[in-house]
């Protein structure tokens, strides 16, 4: 039977263990298609253009912006972030899934466009751990981190607005429950297309 794609947001604060939850995740559902997004801000680390993210200018980015080419975007940390619309619309036409990691204003601006939404929040057991994996990454400067924990404080009350909560405190147990989530939402009624009609024919 034919099923609807939709698209599932994996929310965390920074240092909540979503890269290495994303990244299982998609080698386990082949279903499920990453939305690379555009950001203004520098690579970090050993992260990749095209690959962990489409580095661009500022000029860039609004240019963009202007031309209606982002689903939703967001200023984050002093930079912006977008999600390419195109790339969004064409995998969901596909039947395929779109996972996007974008944060809590990301969320709100696809759902109130009315997509097919499941919002997945991830967090670690508690904020002595998150704050511990911030400094343990070594990717910021300590301004940074401290950046990060304001605003992690202001996801994190943002969380009732999310369908799904998932404590990573064992980063299997993490990636099991995402999949599961998955693998329970493609299973909804309304996920199916025509399912009677298939059914009878
Ligand atoms: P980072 O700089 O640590 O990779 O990401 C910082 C924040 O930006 C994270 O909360 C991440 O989810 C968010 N983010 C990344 N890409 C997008 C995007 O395309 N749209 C929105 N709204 N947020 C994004």
């Not at 962990?52 to 963009?64: A, R, V």
């Not at 996007?100 to 009315?114: F, H, P, R, S, Y």
Request: proline content about 2%; overall charge negative.
């Amino acid at each position: 039977m034919k099923k609807k794609g939709f698209i599932i947001t994996l929310a965390s604060p920074s240092g909540g263990g979503k890269s290495s939850i994303l990244c299982s995740v998609l080698g386990l559902l082949p279903q499920a298609k990453y939305s690379i997004s555009y950001t203004t801000r520098q690579i970090r680390g050993t992260e990749q253009d095209g690959i962990d993210y489409f580095f661009i200018s500022e000029q860039e980015f609004l240019k963009k912006k202007e031309e209606g080419f982002f689903l939703e975007y967001a200023h984050v940390h002093n930079y912006w972030y977008g999600t390419a619309k195109d790339y969004v619309l064409n995998t969901l036409d596909q039947g395929n899934h779109v996972i996007m990691d974008i944060d809590v204003q990301g969320v709100a601006q696809v759902k109130e466009l009315g997509y097919d939404v499941v919002s997945i929040f991830v967090l670690p057991p508690d904020f002595e751990t998150l704050k511990q994996r911030l400094f343990d990454r070594k990717t910021d400067s300590n301004e940074q981190i401290e950046q990060r924990l304001i605003n992690s404080k202001k996801e994190i009350d943002q969380l009732i607005a999310y369908d799904y909560l998932v404590i990573n405190n064992s980063l299997d147990k993490a990636i099991e429950c995402v999949v599961n989530i998955i693998l329970a939402e493609e299973n909804r009624v309304i996920r199916y297309i025509d399912p009677i009609k298939t059914f009878y024919k």
